[in-house]
Structure formats: C-alpha cells, structure tokens
C-alpha cells in the first residue's frame, strides 16, 4: 500500500480529480497526501517582475512572491477540504521547472507514489505544450498513476 502520496496539483480540474483519487487511496491505506504546486516564472519575466495589482490597495509585489502567495492559499483551502474527509495532508510550494521539481520533491520526502491528472492534450496541441505528466512518468523512479477528468 502505498503510504506517502505525493499530488502536484496545477489547479485544474484533471488534479483536483487525482486530488480525490489520492485522498481514497490514503483514507484505505491510512496514508497521507503531499500536496505540490510548483511556480514557474515565464523566462521572459524574472523573480522580481513587479504586478500592480488593479483596485488594491496593497502596494506592487513582485510577481514570484504573487504567484507564492496565491498558490498557497489555493492549496491550504484545498488541505482543508480534505482534512475534514480524514485524510492527513501538508502542502508545499516551490518554485522552478515543475518536472525537476516534482521528482526531486518526491525523492527527499521518500514518496511512495506520485498521483496526477492530465489534460489529455493530443495531436499539434500536445507538440506545441508538451506534457509536465508525460515527463514525469518517463522519469521517475518510483509509480505515477495519471487520471483525466472529463469535466
């Protein structure tokens, strides 16, 4: 049974599926869920790019720092959720390229399993985008069980 299960969650609607997916399996196997989203800052744009955020009154913040905060909060109440099904979970941010930083993350927090949801991009689409899901099992040593959500 896998025990630590790691989600990278990019806030779609395929990773909120694979969010639930990983809450069944850790409320069976009495697991816990580490939910990941990695920030990845355009190359055009630096760590430093500030935004001036339209009808706040909060002053410019740099948009890594904008990018860290939001995704914070979306994870937290995420957690929240699915704490209250019973299911152990931290969440975690980190910043860079989301293939590297989700196998490494894996790696230091000994995952047994990562569970992610895909997009189900085909044809010139997926040449053009790629796929962060298609890199991740090439790569990883360890399982990575993939789910798309049709809605």
Same mark, same amino acid.
């Given at each position: ?7 990278? #969650? ?19 196997? @009495? ?23 339209? @009808? ?62 895909? #997009? ?28 798309? #959500?049709?809605?």
């Amino acid at each position: 049974m896998w025990k630590t299960i790691v989600v990278p #969650h990019d806030f779609s609607s395929s990773a909120n599926h694979a969010a639930a997916l990983a809450r069944d399996h850790a409320k069976l196997a @009495g697991g816990k869920l580490l939910l990941l989203h990695v920030v990845d800052i355009p190359p055009s744009f630096g760590p430093d790019t500030t935004l001036i955020l339209d @009808g706040s009154s909060e002053p410019p913040v740099g948009m890594q720092d904008y990018a860290v905060r939001r995704a914070t909060d979306h994870l937290n109440d995420l957690a929240q959720r699915l704490r209250a099904d019973g299911v152990e979970v931290a969440t975690y941010v980190r910043v860079g390229v989301p293939v590297d930083e989700i196998l490494k993350f894996a790696g230091e927090h000994a995952a047994n399993v990562i569970v992610m949801g895909t #997009h189900g991009r085909t044809g010139f689409r997926h040449l053009l985008a790629g796929s962060v899901t298609e890199k991740v099992v090439r790569a990883s040593s360890i399982p990575v069980l993939t789910t798309r #959500h049709a809605g």
